[in-house]
């Protein structure tokens, strides 16, 4: 019923930038948390970051200070905004939902650091 539609990934150098987008449309009434999650080539799928409905943040360590996640409400709209990025930031980027009791995952959107 929620489609989550991911955009902004690709190919990057080192101490580049990108910033992805993920936007919620559909049967939507009550939206806890959104956040980012990665997977890179043989490694668990991690949490990168979150902000939930009061506008609290989390952030996984190497990430802090250079990622930063924000939202927009009103179109149901969460952002990451990726600074700095180095090569062990390359992996595919799923955005997820969180709202009522159910959990939505976007399709991924593949981010590659390297010269």
């Known amino acids: 019923q929620v489609h989550l539609a991911e955009s902004g990934g690709g190919l990057v150098q080192p101490g580049g930038s990108l910033r992805l987008s993920c936007a919620a449309s559909?049967?939507?009434?009550?939206?806890?948390?959104m956040g980012w999650y990665r997977q890179a080539p043989g490694k668990e799928r991690e949490l990168v970051t979150y902000?939930?409905?009061?506008?609290?943040?989390y952030y996984t360590y190497s990430v802090k200070g250079r990622f930063t996640i924000s939202r927009d409400n009103a179109k149901n709209t969460v952002y990451l905004q990726m600074n700095s990025l180095k090569p062990e930031d390359t992996a595919v980027y799923y955005c997820?939902?969180?709202?009522?009791?159910?959990?939505?995952w976007g399709q991924g959107t593949q981010v590659t650091v390297s010269s």
């Open positions: 559909g049967s939507i009434f009550s939206i806890n948390a």
């Open positions: 997820n939902l969180m709202a009522g009791w159910n959990n939505y």
């Open positions: 902000i939930n409905s009061g506008g609290s943040t």
